[in-house]
């Protein structure tokens, strides 16, 4: 069943990612790590639809969203990014395959964090965290979307690798994850593994992690 969203506010997370809250519909639930489809409320984009993850908690009285815009792609993101308070979203019913399955390792690249940002919150909130790992690659420093909240979550937990720019702040690693680095920084292949982002890094990742020894039924991620 669609709904009809106001903005209710806009945040800046990073130079190309911001945060969107909205009016949340009355008995409207969710689980962590969870997404739905996604429209523009004007004229020529209700039919363009698109996922996008909820990082705001069931609990939270509003719904929330955490978008990287593109630009170049002269696309729906690219039209989100243009949004101010005030305008809509359509949204449909909750939908994914992201869903915590116990204490692992966590490994996003880019955008493909905002699944993980409500699971956290969520163990956060329950006191929960333990030792789950965050693993997150970026191009640059200025990528790096709620690094400060990460940090303050996941304290030594989080590793935060940039790709593409040395690096004073971050992990630099010369070029993307490979399966030299996780078999360094991972030393137990039989936990969860959680991995999200872009199709070329999921599937290195997941082909890195099996050969590595981690059980394909412990591989969780968005089909």
């Known amino acids: 069943m669609p709904h009809t969203l106001t903005i209710t506010d806009i945040q800046d997370v990073t130079h190309d990612v911001r945060r969107y809250r909205f009016e949340k519909p ?11 489809e996604v429209a523009i409320d004007k004229d020529g984009w209700r039919d363009e639809k698109r996922p996008f993850t909820f990082t705001s908690l069931n609990s939270d009285p509003y719904l929330e969203f955490v978008i990287k815009s593109y630009p170049d792609h002269n696309g729906v993101t690219e039209q989100i990014g243009r949004l101010e308070t005030g305008d809509a979203l359509i949204i449909d019913d909750p939908w994914g395959t992201i869903e915590y399955k ?57 590793i935060s690798v940039i790709t593409d720019e040395p690096t004073d702040d971050h992990l630099f690693l010369d070029g993307f994850i490979d399966k030299p680095f996780l078999d ?7 936990q969860p593994f959680y991995v999200c982002g872009p ?9 890195y992690l099996k050969e590595l020894g981690a059980d394909p039924d412990a591989l969780v991620f968005e089909e």
């Open 102 to 158: 116990g204490e692992g390792v966590f490994i996003a690249g880019g955008a493909g964090v905002t699944p993980f940002i409500a699971i956290f919150r969520d163990l956060d909130k329950k006191g929960k965290l333990g030792e789950n790992r965050l693993i997150f690659s970026n191009k640059t420093d200025q990528d790096v979307i709620l690094e400060k909240e990460f940090e303050d979550m996941l304290g030594d937990h989080f």
């Open 184 to 190: 360094d920084k991972i030393d137990d292949f039989s």
């Open 26 to 36: 009355e008995g409207y639930s969710f689980t962590p790590g969870q997404a739905t």
């Open 199 to 207: 199709q070329p890094f999921n599937k290195a990742m997941m082909g």
